[in-house]
């Protein structure tokens, strides 16, 4: 359990047997009184493992699969060398029926080390003489 749901639990105790109220456990865990009546209920109804997060150990639906993975490297390699990460999308969905957004395709090259990530310039600041505006005067008071 991580530290959080600890610290959740030891609050939803302290309540349940009466040495803090709802409002002062709500503010302790940042949550409303509302949210904290919740999670004492499911507390009391599953014990520890009903604070704990329900996602805990599995994959994303939405994550791309491995094979996908190697299968787009292998052809960013082979075939589509030289392309960037916005076209090699747009080239994989015409025509190899894979989709990915050019977002996943720039990560998952960066990630292979098929691409370097871009240096990004240092902006130079302003000059210190700037060059002076026709018609315009300095005032000098």
Same mark, same amino acid.
């Given at each position: ?19 803090m ?11 409303s ?5 919740r999670?004492k ?8 493992? @009903?604070?704990?997060?329900?996602n805990r @150990? ?15 490297a ?7 060398? @030289? ?8 080239l ?7 989709q ?5 395709v ?6 292979? @080390? ?7 310039r240092?902006?130079?600041?302003p ?7 026709p018609?315009?005067?300095?005032v000098?008071?």
């Amino acid at each position: 359990m991580s530290r959080e749901e600890l610290k959740r639990i030891l609050v939803v105790e302290r309540i349940l047997d009466r040495h803090m109220t709802n409002s002062k456990g709500a503010m302790t865990l940042g949550i409303s009184v509302k949210q904290l009546i919740r999670l004492k209920n499911k507390y009391q109804a599953e014990g520890e493992q @009903g604070i704990a997060h329900k996602n805990r @150990g599995r994959k994303p639906i939405h994550k791309v699969s491995d094979a996908i993975k190697d299968r787009a490297a292998t052809l960013y390699t082979t075939k589509y060398y @030289g392309s960037n990460s916005c076209h090699f999308a747009e080239l994989l969905k015409e025509h190899e029926d894979i989709q990915l957004s050019s977002s996943s395709v720039r990560l998952l090259l960066l990630a292979k @080390g098929l691409k370097q990530a871009k240096q990004r310039r240092r902006m130079k600041g302003p000059s210190t003489a700037s060059a002076p505006i026709p018609g315009r005067h300095a005032v000098a008071d």
